[in-house]
T-cell receptor, first 113, second 118 residues
Framework: EAQVTQNPRYLITVTGKKLTVTCSQN?????MSWYRQDPGLGLRQIYY???????DKGDVPEGYKVSRKEKRNFPLILESPSPNQTSLYFC????????????FGEGSWLTVV | AQSVAQPEDQVNVAEGNPLTVKCTYS??????LFWYVQYPNRGLQFLLK??????LVKGSYGFEAEFNKSQTSFHLKKPSALVSDSALYFC????????????????FGRGTQLTVWP
């Protein structure tokens, strides 16, 4: 079954404690991206990756890092989380940057206190 | 720059009545347009998409959307609303512009909360 898997699904953490949200897809997709969803703002892209070792900033990259060492995995790293990073995070993938089918993970609810 | 506007934060409709959730867009080139639905405490579910072809697109759960190039709109519609349709709806456009670094990015509207009253 084609899927995008995110972990953890729910996390409460404290300010400054590094955390990683993992994302894995089983479809051999080249394009992967991270979005955050905030009330009244919709979803905004944080980072994206065109392929292995190719990553770039989206609209709201501050406070985040990513890596793409393998095609299937695209972890989102919060080196020093702050309360304004409390949000719902989605990982997405598609065959390419011009693909017309986009798969989303189930979302990761992150609370930073 | 690409953008999507959902002019209504909330739409309320009685069960059995038709519903419309509005979306307008601004893109360079041909648009890839999407509708997603989000139920409370759940992820995004794909409803339908317009890539090319017929302007009327049919999707999941009886929803459809009409692509109107002249009005740059992609309104979501359903002939007869159900209480179970109550959810948050997002319109999105994929950047297909090969100029700049935003190729492939999805731009989302702010979402429209649909409430269907019994």
């Amino acid at each position: 079954e084609a899927q995008v898997t995110q972990n953890p699904r729910y996390l409460i953490t404290v300010t400054g404690k590094k955390l990683t949200v993992t994302c894995s897809q089983n479809m051999n997709h080249e394009y992967m991206s991270w979005y955050r969803q905030d009330p009244g703002l919709g979803l905004r892209q944080i980072y994206y990756s065109m392929n292995v070792e190719v990553t770039d900033k989206g609209d709201v990259p501050e406070g985040y890092k990513v890596s793409r060492k393998e095609k299937r995995n695209f972890p989102l790293i919060l080196e020093s989380p702050s309360p304004n990073q409390t949000s719902l995070y989605f990982c997405a993938s598609s065959l390419s940057s011009t693909g017309n089918t986009i798969y989303f993970g189930e979302g990761s609810w992150l609370t930073v206190v | 720059a690409q953008s999507v506007a959902q002019p209504e934060d909330q739409v309320n409709v009685a069960e059995g009545n038709p519903l419309t959730v509005k979306c307008t867009y601004s893109v360079s080139g041909n648009p890839y347009l999407f509708w997603y639905v989000q139920y409370p405490n759940r992820g995004l579910q794909f409803l339908l998409k317009y890539i090319t072809g017929d302007n009327l697109v049919k999707g999941s759960y009886g929803f459809e959307a009409e692509f109107n190039k002249s009005q740059t709109s992609f309104h979501l519609k359903k002939p007869s609303a159900l209480v179970s349709d109550s959810a948050l709806y997002f319109c999105a456009v994929r950047d297909m512009s090969y100029r700049g670094s935003t190729l492939g990015r999805l731009y989302f509207g702010r979402g429209t909360q649909l409430t269907v009253w019994p």
